[in-house]
Nanobody, 121 residues
Framework: QVHLVESRGGMVQAGGSLRLSCAAS????????MGWFRQAPGKEREFVAS????????FYAVSVTDRFTISRDSAENTVSLQMNSLKPEDTAIYYC??????????????WGQGTQVTVSS
């Protein structure tokens, strides 16, 4: 059984930074990409970023490009999301997931429980 656990999110003022981490356990992820998604109230879950587990290629949603950075630690089986210059519209529940690396939720097989990020104006 695959298990993904996100670190606690938090509340920050606009312009601030937060770092989320996701610990993976249960099996090796060398053949999976890891992704971050988010879901704001009343909205669909949307892609934020992904990283390939083998060559570390990264992909970002346009809305977070140049502000967020995804990284991974293969030895520790963790993936992180550094979020800078946060905006109120970044407020959402953030989920990590393991799958293809595409921006589509259906392409991810395993999901964490989600963690709340709130950005105040």
């Amino acid at each position: 059984q695959v298990h993904l656990v996100e670190s606690r999110g938090g509340m920050v003022q606009a312009g601030g930074s937060l770092r989320l981490s996701c610990a993976a356990s249960g099996r090796t992820f060398s053949n999976y990409a890891m992704g971050w998604f988010r879901q704001a109230p009343g909205k669909e879950r949307e892609f934020v970023a992904s990283i390939n587990w083998t060559d570390s290629s990264r992909f970002y949603a346009v809305s977070v490009t140049d502000r967020f950075t995804i990284s991974r630690d293969s030895a520790e089986n963790t993936v992180s999301l550094q979020m800078n210059s946060l905006k109120p519209e970044d407020t959402a529940i953030y989920y990590c997931a393991a799958g293809s690396g595409s921006p589509y939720t259906d392409d991810y097989h395993y999901w964490g429980q989600g963690t709340q990020v709130t950005v105040s104006s």
